[in-house]
């Protein structure tokens, strides 16, 4: 840039937050990493604010760009039921347990009764 061209930049104070990135007129800008936590100095012209320089004491000038955010950048993944405050309906091992009592009783009601057999013939021992 020439400097007649950057005479005629407005220049204001942004403090760079922890990820490299300020705000400005209401959209963010990526400055760089190596300037988290910094107060540094913007230049830009108002009638072109895609780039604005960055510039700050005992470092070179950074071109920063504005961040377009995408669709899917703020999806939440769900919460797990474990950390919701719902109270569970069912217990999965109670639910086990009457399975296996179910099938237990099942098999149980299957299985042949000798209790009555030879009874109905009399003694033929």
């Known amino acids: 840039m020439s400097v007649v061209a950057d005479a005629f930049l407005h220049r204001e104070t942004r403090k760079i937050d922890e990820a490299g990135c300020f705000s ?3 959209a963010r800008y990526e400055a760089s990493a190596a300037l ?3 107060e540094a ?3 830009y012209d108002p009638m072109n604010t895609q780039t604005i ?3 700050c004491k005992g ?3 950074v071109a920063a760009h504005r961040i377009e955010i995408g669709a899917y950048a703020s999806k939440v993944p769900p919460v797990p039921m474990g950390m919701t ?3 569970p309906e069912t217990s999965r091992l109670l639910d086990a347990l009457e399975k296996k009592y179910r ?6 009601a299957q299985v042949l009764s ?3 057999y030879g009874k109905e013939g009399g003694q033929n021992v």
């Open 114 to 116: 000798f209790e009555d």
């Open 59 to 61: 470092t070179e000038s």
């Open 41 to 43: 100095e913007i230049a």
């Open 24 to 26: 400005f007129e209401g």
């Open 103 to 108: 099938e237990d009783h099942r098999q149980m």
């Open 36 to 38: 988290a936590n910094l």
């Open 85 to 87: 405050g719902s109270i």
């Open 53 to 55: 320089m960055v510039y």
